[in-house]
Structures are given as structure tokens and as C-alpha cells.
């Protein structure tokens, strides 16, 4: 039932690093703009980075130079590299394809 499977989260220091991935079925990795989206406890989801299928790329304003999106065609993987992380990067992450396809989410836990 859940057509992208995400892969990375976990426990870090704050100034540390994570790197997420997200694996979509070539039908929808090829035709969809693939994005990562977080959630805290209490809070709206919203949109991390997101990225077209030609590399376009698009940050939210509180992780821009810290993250990078990027997609590896062959893999119909997208991954999320975080790096200086906060505590407030503190949610569970989510891989979005097109809106129409999301993941189950990977817990992403920064610790000051």
C-alpha cells in the first residue's frame, strides 16, 4: 500500500548530519515533482525542499544552506542531506510525490 518507502532518520546532535532517502516507483518518480515534508508533534506539516524532474530545486526559508535535495534517476530515489541540524529540525519527515503519493514518514530527532 505505501508506494514511497523512506530510510534515514534518526537520533543526532545538534550541528550534526542526516542524510534521508526515498525510494517511488518509477511510474510516479519519472512524472511527479518529488518532496520531503516535515511534521512536529502539534504542528502543520510543511514543505522542506522539493525538487522537478529536471533538478529544480525549492527550500523552505529555515533550511536554506543547511539542506540539499537531490534525485538519482536510475535509482528512483530522492534524498535529503541535512546538515548543521537544529533542534527545531526535530519531526518526522515525509516523501511526497506530486501530492498524490506519500511515504510513512521517518523520525528525525536533533538533540541541543
Known amino acids: 500500500q505505501v508506494q514511497l518507502v523512506e530510510s534515514g532518520g534518526g537520533l543526532v546532535q545538534a550541528g550534526g548530519s542526516l542524510r534521508l532517502s526515498c525510494v517511488a516507483p518509477?511510474?510516479?518518480?519519472?512524472?511527479?515533482?518529488m518532496g520531503w515534508y516535515r511534521q512536529a508533534p502539534g504542528k502543520q506539516r510543511e514543505l522542506v525542499a522539493a525538487?522537478?524532474?529536471?533538478?529544480?530545486?525549492n527550500y523552505a526559508d529555515s533550511v536554506k544552506g543547511r539542506f540539499t535535495i537531490s534525485r538519482d534517476n536510475a535509482k528512483n530515489t530522492v534524498y535529503l542531506q541535512m546538515n548543521s541540524l537544529k533542534p527545531e529540525d526535530t519531526a518526522v519527515y515525509y516523501c511526497?510525490?506530486?501530492?498524490?503519493?506519500w511515504g510513512q514518514g521517518t523520525q528525525v530527532t536533533v538533540s541541543s
Open positions: 511526497n510525490a506530486g501530492t498524490i503519493a
Open positions: 518509477r511510474s510516479i518518480f519519472s512524472l511527479s515533482i
Open positions: 525538487i522537478t524532474s529536471t533538478g529544480t530545486t
